[in-house]
């Protein structure tokens, strides 16, 4: 297939890059290169004759034209967006314009496409999301592709307002579309503000690892590998109109996936003091969602789909890399405008 991935520079975009790459699939990448674009992320699949970029805004709907019709794709995977709660928080009118207003130009630009082709049967739309629409859960129960929407950050609402313009683009204009709902990711390439590379990367620094308030909260994490995995399966075998979530079956409180981080930096990387005493305490984000889990039967049962890394061989792979690709995680620590932001997604 020829996939158009939009936000291929990205984390989770450019693992989906490389893996289609590897699968034999042409891609265009078409991406803005923002803040959290790095190049680099892609510069193993660069060379490869199936592989083109396009730098290119969602919201440019003359540019979307034009990718369309250069490249005729035979499917979307559109990743490209406002990824980081908190800078949500500090400043959600980049979350509206790229998240809401760039996924309706976007499914605008692939409609004309689509239809201006004759509507193939074979072409596909695949939203890719996030478990953050649900809200938050209590101690018990998992998230599943019924329940309810009810995001509590301007990140997860903005992200389910992609999610239902999506949905409304299949049911009013029959445009096929595929959605998917994820766990947070984890791995390499993942920008350093995140939490799993902050808490690596101030470890290593000797700085203090902060944790947002008693660091109770718990989430549900994925190999960022896997995720690729499970959203190629999406987007060659979903069934149109339906949605599917993913998970890692890895659930973790925030201040025991910090601990196993450090106990493992002990070993991979032995320093004077164990890493843990460097932990500290902050202020709690406002709005945090206490939990999140993910009932992932369904790709499972229809498609086929499982994770294949624990969260134990996941966070030894993720931090041997950081260790490895200092070059890589400096450059974009000392990119003008990015903070030392905690983010937990
Ligand atoms: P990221 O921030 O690492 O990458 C986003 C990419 O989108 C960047 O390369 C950026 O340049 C590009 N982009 C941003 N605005 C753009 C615009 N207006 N036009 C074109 N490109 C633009 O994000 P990520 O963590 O890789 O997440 C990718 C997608 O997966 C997002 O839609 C996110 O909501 C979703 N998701 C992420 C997670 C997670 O744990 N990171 C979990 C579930 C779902």
Same mark, same amino acid.
């Given at each position: 297939?020829?996939?158009?991935?939009?936000?291929g520079?990205?984390?989770?975009?450019?693992?989906? @890059?490389?893996?289609?790459?590897?699968?034999g699939?042409?891609?265009?990448?078409?991406?803005?290169?923002?803040? *959290?674009?790095?190049?680099?992320? @892609?510069? /193993?699949? *660069?060379?490869n004759?199936g592989y083109?970029?396009?730098q290119?805004d969602?919201?440019? #709907?003359?540019a979307?034209?034009? @990718?369309?019709?250069a490249h005729?794709?035979?499917?979307?995977?559109?990743l490209?967006a406002e /990824?980081?709660v908190?800078?949500?928080?500090?400043?959600p009118?980049?979350?509206?314009?790229t998240?809401?207003?760039?996924? %309706?130009?976007?499914l605008?630009a &692939?409609r004309? %496409?689509?239809?201006?082709?004759?509507?193939? #049967?074979?072409?596909?739309?695949?939203?890719?999301?996030?478990?953050?629409?649900?809200?938050?859960l209590?101690?018990?129960? !998992?998230?599943?592709?019924?329940?309810?929407?009810a995001?509590?950050s301007?990140?997860? &609402?903005?992200k389910? =307002?992609?999610d239902h313009l999506?949905?409304?683009?299949h049911?009013?204009y029959?445009l096929?579309?595929?959605?998917?709902?994820c766990?947070?990711?984890?791995?390499p390439?993942?920008f350093?503000e995140?939490?799993?590379?902050?808490?690596?990367?101030? *470890?290593?620094?000797?700085?203090?690892?902060?944790?947002?308030?008693a660091g109770?909260n718990v989430?549900d994490w994925?190999?960022?590998e896997?995720?690729?995995?499970?959203? $190629?399966?999406?987007?060659?075998k979903?069934?149109i109109?339906r949605?599917?979530n993913i998970?890692?079956n890895?659930?973790?409180?925030?201040?025991?996936?910090v601990q !196993?981080i450090?106990?493992l $930096?002990?070993?991979?990387?032995? #320093?004077a003091?164990?890493y843990?005493d460097?932990?500290?305490?902050?202020?709690?984000r406002?709005?945090?969602?206490?939990?999140y =889990?993910?009932d992932?039967?369904r790709?499972?049962d229809?498609?086929?789909w499982?994770?294949?890394?624990?969260?134990a061989?996941g966070?030894?792979?993720?931090?041997?890399? %950081?260790l490895?690709?200092?070059?890589?995680w400096?450059?974009?620590?000392n990119?003008e405008?990015?903070?030392k932001?905690?983010?937990v997604?």
């Open positions: 297939m020829k996939l158009l991935v939009t936000g520079a990205g984390f989770i975009g450019s693992a989906v @890059v490389r893996l289609a790459i590897a699968d699939h042409e891609v265009v990448n078409l991406d803005a290169l923002t803040y *959290a674009a790095c190049l680099d992320n @892609v510069a /193993s699949v *660069a060379d004759p083109a970029f396009e290119a969602i919201r440019d #709907a003359a979307l034209k034009r @990718v369309f019709d005729q794709p035979d499917a979307v995977m559109h490209a /990824s980081h908190d800078r949500s928080i500090d400043g009118g980049s979350f509206i314009d998240n809401v207003t760039g996924t %309706y130009t976007l605008e &692939a004309a %496409y689509w239809d201006g082709r004759g509507r193939p #049967a074979g072409f596909r739309f695949h939203h890719i999301s996030t478990d953050e629409v649900f809200g938050t209590g101690d018990t129960g !998992m998230f599943t592709e019924e329940t309810p929407y995001p509590n301007p990140y997860s &609402a903005s389910a =307002a992609s999506v949905r409304a683009w049911e009013t029959g096929p579309v595929v959605l998917s709902n766990s947070n990711n984890y791995g390439f993942h350093p995140k939490l799993i590379p902050v808490v690596i990367l101030n *470890a290593l620094a000797g700085k203090d690892i902060p944790i947002y308030g109770l989430r994925l190999f960022v896997d995720h690729a995995r499970a959203l $190629l399966t999406v987007v060659t979903g069934e109109g949605s599917y998970g890692g890895a659930e973790a409180r925030n201040i025991d996936l !196993m450090c106990t $930096l002990d070993d991979l990387r032995p #320093a003091k164990p843990a460097q932990i500290r305490h902050v202020t709690d406002p709005g945090h969602d206490l939990r =889990a993910i992932a039967t790709i499972r229809e498609l086929g499982q994770p294949t890394v624990t969260l061989e966070l030894a792979f993720t931090i041997q890399w %950081y490895d690709n200092e070059a890589w400096t450059a974009l620590q990119r405008g990015v903070g932001r905690l983010g997604a």
